[in-house]
Nanobody, 123 residues
Framework: QVVLVESGGGLVQAGGSLRLSCAAS????????MGWFRQAPGKEREFVAG????????QYAGSVKGRFTISRGNAKNTVYLQMNSLKPEDTAVYYC????????????????RGQGTQVTVSS
């Protein structure tokens, strides 16, 4: 069993930055692909970013590419999402997720997901 706990959400003005963190406990996630999803009220869940086991490969949604950066900590059990140039449309609950399987940075499914952290961007 893996427990994922997100932190770092909050309220920020448009153009500002936030850094989300996700800490994994329980089983080691060093061989899990990890990433972030988000869901805004009344909208479908959206893939945001993914990162491979080693951290050497990443993938981003087109809507955040060039503004968000995903990375893994040295112990591979922490993943971060640096969010710059935030826009009101980035407002959502952000979820950390992890999956086993093929080591590509694409998350279309997951084995584990955190409880989420709210990000609100004011205009």
């Amino acid at each position: 069993q893996v427990v994922l706990v997100e932190s770092g959400g909050g309220l920020v003005q448009a153009g500002g930055s936030l850094r989300l963190s996700c800490a994994a406990s329980g089983r080691t996630v060093s061989e899990y692909v990890m990433g972030w999803f988000r869901q805004a009220p009344g909208k479908e869940r959206e893939f945001v970013a993914g990162i491979s086991w080693s951290g050497g490969s990443t993938q981003y949604a087109g809507s955040v590419k060039g503004r968000f950066t995903i990375s893994r900590g040295n112990a591979k059990n922490t993943v971060y999402l640096q969010m710059n140039s935030l826009k009101p449309e980035d407002t959502a609950v952000y979820y950390c997720a992890a999956r086993g399987g093929q080591d590509t940075p694409i998350l279309t499914w997951y084995n584990y997901r955190g409880q989420g952290t709210q990000v609100t961007v004011s205009s």
